[in-house]
Nanobody
Framework: VQLQASGGGLVQPGGSLRLSCAASGLTSDYYAIGWFRQAPGKEREGVSC????????YLADSAQGRFAISRDHAKKMVYLQMNNLKPEDTAIYYC??????????????????????WGQGTQVTVSS
């Protein structure tokens, strides 16, 4: 499974960006895709996640009311809509996938548990 994150860029405070994560080679219908970010000098932070198993989602407190996650199951794409961006949102954003290698099951958005595959990251810079 290979993940490709895209959609980052430079935006002014209050602006919006939509990040995309394309999961190629993901043949399972049971997976969770999460978004993480890491700012310089800071630890990686789980931002959001969506599970294909039950459609459940996770949003970090810092993202509540501003970010929204969605997916296109057929295309194995996940999107992170980020509105009202703030300078503290500046970071490299990574998408990651956790998935069933065989059979069926529920794959949850446990942001503290290991993810199986990671993308290369996309830079988001919020600055005036």
């Amino acid at each position: 499974v290979q993940l490709q994150a895209s959609g980052g860029g430079l935006v002014q405070p209050g602006g919006s960006l939509r990040l995309s994560c394309a999961a190629s080679g993901l043949t399972s219908d049971y997976y969770a895709i999460g978004w993480f970010r890491q700012a310089p000098g800071k630890e990686r932070e789980g931002v959001s996640c969506i599970s294909s198993s039950d459609g459940s989602t996770y949003l970090a407190d810092s993202a509540q009311g501003r970010f929204a996650i969605s997916r296109d199951h057929a295309k194995k794409m996940v999107y992170l809509q980020m509105n009202n961006l703030k300078p503290e949102d500046t970071a490299i954003y990574y998408c990651a996938a956790r998935y069933m290698r065989s059979g069926v099951g529920i794959v949850r958005c446990d942001m503290g548990a290991p993810f199986d595959s990671w993308g290369q990251g996309t830079q988001v810079t919020v600055s005036s």
